[in-house]
T-cell receptor, first 111, second 116 residues
Framework: GNSVTQMEGPVTLSEEAFLTINCTYT??????LFWYVQYPGEGLQLLLK???ADDKGSNKGFEATYRKETTSFHLEKGSVQVSDSAVYFC??????????WGAGTKLIIKP | EAGVAQSPRYKIIEKRQSVAFWCNPI?????LYWYQQILGQGPKLLIQ????????DSQLPKDRFSAERLKGVDSTLKIQPAKLEDSAVYLC??????????????FGSGTRLTVV
């Protein structure tokens, strides 16, 4: 069946460091891929998405590229800020238009 | 626009008690979802409504969980009786369409349930 695997957290970085959070998936067909973010005490927010192979989603300085050959959708940011501290979820949209979620990766940015 | 409203924000109950959560989706959003998010895991879909009809409740533990969306607007999720393993955050989300165009879900802040 469909599944999403994310790197375990927490990931702790210093401000202005480069960020990569790995996400790989297993799916039949060509699912859409998403990154959601959950700030402390808030609901989940869509951060970015990609709907087909080689698409790059981007938002707020974050990027992720849909790589069909490696079944990956890694999240990257060139220079993180303290305000980026949150839990990040990778997800795929299955053929029933429902979201299959990864377990989440907690990101901690220290000043 | 106003977001998805949920209440209460926090609830602590003893096992075997009952509890209810309320969700008011964004105005005009036909589709409403309830998710369960256990600490350290991704959200798990419990039930999906389209207006006041159920689209998918295959992962809802129907022996103890129930949900309704009367009049196709706000919704309640009930647990009776609660078990320790029901401790989680219960998230409500809504979307304009079914299937949601570009998965345009909007999530509420959730209700954190602790069963002791």
């Amino acid at each position: 069946g469909n599944s999403v695997t994310q790197m375990e957290g927490p990931v702790t970085l210093s401000e202005e460091a480069f960020l990569t959070i790995n996400c790989t998936y297993t799916a039949t067909g060509y699912p859409s891929l998403f990154w959601y973010v959950q700030y402390p005490g808030e609901g989940l927010q869509l951060l970015l998405k990609a709907t087909k192979a080689d698409d790059k989603g981007s938002n707020k300085g974050f990027e992720a590229t849909y790589r069909k050959e490696t079944t990956s959708f890694h999240l990257e940011k060139g220079s993180v800020q303290v305000s980026d501290s949150a839990v990040y979820f990778c997800a795929l949209g299955d053929s029933n238009y429902q979201l299959i979620w990864g377990a989440g990766t907690k990101l901690i940015i220290k000043p | 626009e106003a977001g998805v409203a949920q209440s209460p924000r926090y609830k602590i109950i003893e096992k075997r008690q009952s509890v209810a959560f309320w969700c008011n989706p964004i105005s005009g959003h036909a589709t409403l979802y309830w998710y369960q998010q256990i600490l350290g895991q991704g959200p798990k879909l419990l039930i999906q409504f389209q207006n006041n009809g159920v689209v998918d409740d295959s992962q809802l533990p129907k022996d103890r969980f129930s949900a309704e969306r009367l009049k196709g607007v706000d919704s309640t999720l009930k647990i009776q009786p609660a078990k320790l393993e029901d401790s989680a955050v219960y998230l409500c989300a809504s979307s304009l369409d079914l299937p949601p165009l570009n998965y345009g879900y909007t999530f509420g802040s959730g209700t954190r349930l602790t069963v002791v």
